[in-house]
Each structure stands twice: as C-alpha cells, then as structure tokens.
C-alpha cells in the first residue's frame, strides 16, 4: 500500500488521489447571476445532497490551485444568493465541458456553450433548457474551507422548485435511470455514462435484516469460489432455507460451488443456498 500524509505532498497531487479515487462525482451544473445581472454557467462535481427534508443540496466551487483566485460562481452566490443546479446528462456533456473554461467574469457562458437559457420561476438565475432537471434553490450558507489554493467552499443550497423533463419518467411519474443518462466526473479527464452497459441494481436491506457473512458456514465462508460480494450477497438472505425447502429442492448439474455461484449471478439467492446445503 502506498500510504500518503496530505501534509506531505503538493496540493496538486493530492488532488489528484482525491478525485482520482472519490468517484462517479455528480455534476452540478451551477447557473448564477451577478449584481448586475450577468449569468454565469460553470460545472462542479465537488456535489451531492443531503437532504430531503428540507431539500438541501451542497456544492463547492474550489480556489484555483495555480492562483487561489475563486470562481465567479462563487463571487456571484455572494452577491445574489440564489443558483440553479441543472442536472448534466450525456446530450449536454460536451457544451457543459466547454462552458467550465476560464471566461472572464463578464462572458456570459450560455452563448459561449450553445445552451437555452429559461427564467426561473422563483429565482433570478436562468434555467438550462437541456438540461432533463432543474433545481431552482436559495443559497442558505456559504462555507469557506481556506484562503489558499484548492481550498473549498461549501454553497448550502434549499430547493425551491424542481424542472423535470417528462421525457426522463416512468410510467409512474418518476425518473427512469436508463432515460435519465447521466453523466459523472471522474479524475482526470474522464468522465462516466450511467447507461444500461453501467448500472446494475442490488436491493437496499432497508426493511430486511440479513443474517450477515459470520453466520455463513465456514466451509462455504472459506472457499475461494466466492469473492467478498458474493459472500455479502449469500449473508443477506433473511433466513437459511430450512431442511425441507432444501430435501425438495434439485441440484442442477455441476460442482454444488460453481452452481451456486452461477445462481448468485443470475439472482436466484434462495436456490444458491438450497444448492450449498443440499
């Protein structure tokens, strides 16, 4: 293991283990206007949220680490405190790239990235029509990290109103993850699409207690066959299959392990267990 004391290295690698391992990084394509009524449009993926009630959503616009100057998003949630955050799908991902270059604080990025600026609803911030939603928020703190290069600033944002493109939802009326297509920033230059050939789902124990992996019996604990995911996915079975499930139950052909495993990939946790007990 290579084993780093931030305090050790240069802040621009350090930033580059931060981003490089703290990924995909949700994209907050930030709107705000200025005093004088200049919108400026940059990218952050120093983003998430945090909160549902309240909606709150937090990003930081970082100190240049060749300068410590800060970003005008940051000049601008200071003087007007309202920002949209538009969401950045793969449609936009090129015009939101181009729109994080250095403009003067007097260029409006809009025009610069080819993008629709809409009126907000409740905020004076523009919209970006391409983008599939839109969250118009007020800025509730701001919170600075530092005075020196790279140093971060947290901009607490509420949600005001949300813009959802209808295109993005299911038939019940919320977003669909295949439709939706967002993008994520990882380090360096790349990026990461969440598509059909990315995403996988695994079901959240929320309402479920899993027996957990020290109840897996050793002998099936200990073999090689199983990585630790396969392990997770066995030790979140709510309870083993009792003797009788196991006696009616048929072993597929095979090495009762690598059947197992087969079943695990494709989804069938009860019968990977009735193949280990049998």
Request: net charge negative; glycine share 8%; hydrophobic share 40%.
């Amino acid at each position: 293991m290579l084993t780093v004391n931030p305090r050790d290295i240069e802040v621009s690698k350090l930033h580059h283990y931060l981003l490089g391992a703290v990924g995909p990084r949700p994209i907050a394509f930030a709107s705000t206007i200025d005093a004088n009524g200049v919108p400026n449009l940059s990218p952050f993926s120093f983003f998430n949220v945090f909160s549902a009630n309240p909606p709150i959503m937090i990003f930081s616009p970082a100190r240049s680490g060749r300068t410590g100057a800060t970003k005008n998003t940051l000049d601008n949630v200071k003087e007007v405190k309202e920002v949209v955050i538009n969401v950045v799908n793969h449609d936009i991902v090129q015009q939101m790239s181009l729109s994080s270059s250095p403009y003067d604080a007097s260029i409006d990025e809009f025009l610069k990235a080819g993008l629709t600026p809409v009126p907000s609803d409740e905020i004076k911030p523009y919209r970006v029509k391409e983008s599939p939603v839109q969250f118009e928020c007020k800025v509730n703190q701001i919170v600075e990290l530092g005075q020196n290069g790279g140093a971060g600033n947290l901009v607490i944002c509420e949600v005001l109103k949300i813009h959802i493109n209808k295109a993005v939802l299911d038939d019940n009326g919320m977003i669909d993850q295949h439709k939706i297509d967002l993008v994520s920033r990882m380090g360096g230059n790349w990026y990461c699409r969440a598509n059909e050939n990315s995403m996988f789902e695994i079901q959240k124990p929320i309402t479920t207690i899993g027996i957990g992996i020290d109840q897996i019996p050793a002998e099936i604990r200990n073999n090689t066959i199983f990585s630790g995911n396969d392990l997770g996915l066995l030790g979140s079975i709510e309870a083993i299959p009792t003797q009788q499930e196991i006696d009616e139950y048929s072993i597929p052909d095979g090495e009762k392990h690598v059947v197992a495993k087969d079943l695990l990939v494709k989804g069938e946790l009860l019968n990977a267990w009735k193949t280990l007990l049998k």
